[in-house]
Antibody, heavy 117, light 108 residues
Framework: EVQLVESGGDVVRPGGSLRLSCAAS????????MSWVRQAPGKGLEWVSG????????GYADSVKGRFTISRDNAKNSLYLQMNSLRAEDTALYYC??????????WGQGTLVTVSS | EIVLTQSPGTLSLSPGERATLSCRAS???????LDWFQQKPGQAPRLLIY???SRATGIPDRFSGSGSGTDFTLTISRLEPEDFAVYYC?????????FGQGTRLEIK
């Protein structure tokens, strides 16, 4: 059974940093690109970042480019999102999803990031 | 970036009725890299339709997708109580990946 479990969400002050993790199981992790998608409270879905199977190619939404860094450790079946210079508008539930330049066919349950002073 | 515009914003129907949801792209989507997701309150999105018209694993056949180029449609042939949710279209034909703003399907 495919499972994606996010962690690392927290309350952080504007300008602060946070690192999200996504633990994957139930499939061959390095066969797939992966993505982070966020959803602000009461709003729609916004793709944040994606990474190919070996980390050789990454992509970012303009809203996070230069502040967020996506990475993966295939030996640990894990996906990461380093978030720096956080802003109030980054407040959202962050989902890990299997897929990038392919269908997003499995999603985790999300981890909540709140940016507030 | 490709902007996806979904209509209507809210659709009010009764169980047993047919639902037709639209997703229009600001420019053509290559190879039909257009997917549909369902999201219920407090849950993660679930993939319903991939490649514009193929049902994902375990999705009932009352859900169907169609379209190409810039115009895509999700149809639910006979609504069941569990189908009332928010539906999103998404494209990955062109970077960045983008989602539509969603259509809320509510019980009339």
């Amino acid at each position: 059974e495919v499972q994606l479990v996010e962690s690392g969400g927290d309350v952080v002050r504007p300008g602060g940093s946070l690192r999200l993790s996504c633990a994957a199981s139930g499939f061959t992790f390095d066969d797939y690109g992966m993505s982070w998608v966020r959803q602000a409270p009461g709003k729609g879905l916004e793709w944040v970042s994606g990474i190919d199977w070996n980390g050789g190619s990454t992509g970012y939404a303009d809203s996070v480019k230069g502040r967020f860094t996506i990475s993966r450790d295939n030996a640990k079946n894990s996906l990461y999102l380093q978030m720096n210079s956080l802003r109030a508008e980054d407040t959202a539930l962050y989902y890990c999803a299997r897929g990038w330049n392919q269908d997003f066919d499995y999603w985790g349950q999300g981890t909540l990031v709140t940016v507030s002073s | 970036e490709i902007v996806l515009t979904q209509s209507p914003g809210t659709l009010s129907l009764s169980p047993g009725e047919r639902a037709t949801l639209s997703c229009r792209a600001s420019r053509s989507i290559s190879y039909s890299y257009l997917d549909w997701f369902q999201q219920k309150p407090g849950q993660a999105p679930r993939l319903l339709i991939y490649g514009a018209s193929s049902r994902a694993t375990g999705i009932p056949d009352r859900f169907s997708g169609s379209g190409s180029g810039t115009d895509f449609t999700l149809t639910i042939s006979r609504l069941e109580p569990e189908d009332f949710a928010v539906y999103y279209c998404q494209q990955y034909s062109s970077s960045p990946v983008t989602f539509g703003q969603g259509t809320r399907l509510e019980i009339k």
